[in-house]
Nanobody, 117 residues
């Protein structure tokens, strides 16, 4: 069965960095365009970044361009998000999933990122 397990979140000061990881299982990871999303309190879940199955191409939402980097390891079925120069507005629960949902309606538990001094 499909599993998405996010980790690496925490409390960080503005300007700091965090690296999120997502361990996956239950599907053909190497064939899937993967993505990171986030959901701030009281808001909808939004797309942040995606990476093609080969890892050769990435896309980012404008608000994180130049600060966040998505990567993947197809040998380990993991996708990561390096977040630098964090801002208060980056505070959210972060999720990984396919660019198209791996399993309709399924999301992992997410990992909380809080940026505060």
């Amino acid at each position: 069965q499909v599993q998405l397990v996010e980790s690496g979140g925490g409390l960080v000061q503005p300007g700091g960095s965090l690296r999120l990881s997502c361990a996956t299982s239950g599907f053909a990871f190497g064939n899937v365009v993967m993505a990171w999303y986030r959901q701030a309190p009281g808001k909808e879940r939004d797309f942040i970044a995606s990476i093609t199955s080969s890892g050769m191409n990435t896309k980012y939402t404008d608000s994180v361009k130049g600060r966040f980097t998505i990567s993947r390891d197809n040998a380990k079925n993991t996708v990561s998000l390096q977040m630098n120069s964090l801002k208060a507005e980056d505070t959210a629960v972060y999720y990984c999933n396919g660019l198209t949902a791996i399993r309709p309606g399924y999301w992992g538990q997410g990992t909380q990122v809080t940026v505060s001094s």
